[in-house]
Nanobody
Framework: QVQLVESGGGLVQAGGSLRLSCAASGRTLSRFNMGWFRQAPGKEREFVAI????????YYRDSVKGRFTISRDNAKNTVYLQMNDLKPEDSAVYYC???????????????????WGQGTQVTVSS
């Protein structure tokens, strides 16, 4: 059973940056696509970014393209989300997720991710 633990969230002013980390244990992540999702109060959890198992493909929701960068270090079993030029609308709990199946295709569907972290709060003040 894989365990995912996010860290790096916090309070930042608009225009600032944060780097989220997701450390995994119990499973080697190198065979799995990894994603970041977020959930704001009163809203559904939404896709933010995904990186494939080989780090050859990434995909982002439109609103974060050019500002967020997802990366991974398979040697450290860790995935990152670098967030620059943060906006108040980026405020949410951010979740790391591991795809259910190894060597899968890029997907934005929550149902395709079987393991989730507990989340880390990101708050952007205006």
């Amino acid at each position: 059973q894989v365990q995912l633990v996010e860290s790096g969230g916090g309070l930042v002013q608009a225009g600032g940056s944060l780097r989220l980390s997701c450390a995994a244990s119990g499973r080697t992540l190198s065979r799995f696509n990894m994603g970041w999702f977020r959930q704001a109060p009163g809203k559904e959890r939404e896709f933010v970014a995904i990186i494939n198992y080989g780090s050859t493909m990434t995909y982002y929701r439109d609103s974060v393209k050019g500002r967020f960068t997802i990366s991974r270090d398979n040697a450290k079993n860790t995935v990152y989300l670098q967030m620059n030029d943060l906006k108040p609308e980026d405020s949410a709990v951010y979740y790391c997720a591991s795809a259910s199946q190894p060597f899968g295709v890029i997907t934005t569907r929550r149902a395709d991710f079987g393991s989730w972290g507990q989340g880390t709060q990101v708050t952007v003040s205006s």
